[in-house]
């Protein structure tokens, strides 16, 4: 079974501060996927990594892919308040698989 | 930017009854997902269905559970006799083509009394 495990699961911060979202595995994956989850809505794709190594910017958010294609990571410079939110990362199997095997997500609170 | 739609967004209903979830998928979009959130735990994945087929299942899709597109435009989740257990929010997802982008619909929350 693939598990992906993310850290922290909770994270509180002041406006303008930095931070990093971890999502670790001990399976590859073929992508890895990042989302963010308002409250009663579906989550919704920020960006998907490929290949080992690869590094995403999406304004201040910097995504990141393991060179093994394991683990993920989501930093985030000079946080806002519009940030505030679950983000989740989503791993695609390898092998033709599929589905999409979520964390258990970081809910972020940016306070002004 | 075009949408998933889920109805009904909220399902009560009594353990042992039927229900049909339904959803909207985006109209050029041909692979579709149905995923399932217990409240604090992780968004699983249910069923992919793709060329009116099921293309695969978790081991939660027992034979309890269904999926059809009976009008082409629709696409269902019928679970047949609820649960306690089935209370989730269920998530349909949907995507033009294989590995592309994939699109989440709001969500129908099920409470299963």
């Known amino acids: 079974t693939q598990l992906l495990e993310q850290s922290p699961q909770f994270l509180s911060i002041q406006e303008g501060e930095n931070l990093t979202v971890y999502c670790n595995s001990s399976?590859?994956?073929?992508?890895l996927q990042w989302y963010r989850q308002e409250p009663g809505e579906g989550p919704v794709l920020l960006v998907t990594?490929?290949?080992?190594?690869e590094v995403k910017k999406l304004k201040r958010l910097t995504f990141q892919f393991g060179d093994a294609r394991k683990d993920s990571s989501l930093h985030i410079t000079a946080a806002q308040p519009g940030d505030t939110g679950l983000y989740l990362c989503?791993?695609?199997?390898?092998?033709?698989?599929?589905?999409?095997?979520f964390g258990k997500g970081t809910k972020l609170t940016v306070n002004p | 930017e075009p949408e998933v739609t889920q109805t009904p967004s909220h399902q009560v209903t009594q353990m042992g009854q039927e229900v049909i979830l339904r959803c909207v998928p985006i109209?050029?979009?041909?692979?579709f997902y149905w995923y399932r959130q217990i409240l604090g735990q992780k968004v699983e994945f249910l069923v992919s269905?793709?060329?009116?087929?099921?293309?695969?299942k978790s081991e939660i899709f027992d034979d309890q559970f269904s999926v059809e597109r009976p009008d082409g435009s629709n696409f269902t989740l019928k679970i047949r006799s609820t649960k306690l257990e089935d209370s989730a929010m269920y998530f349909c997802?949907?995507?033009?083509?294989?590995?592309?982008?994939?699109?989440f619909g709001s969500g129908t929350q099920l409470s299963v009394l």
């Open positions: 997802a949907t995507r033009p083509g294989d590995r592309e982008k994939l699109f």
């Open positions: 399976s590859v994956f073929s992508s």
């Open positions: 990594v490929v290949t080992g190594g």
């Open positions: 989503a791993g695609e199997s390898q092998g033709g698989s599929e589905k999409l095997v």
């Open positions: 109209s050029n979009h041909l692979y």
């Open positions: 269905f793709y060329n009116n087929e099921i293309s695969e």
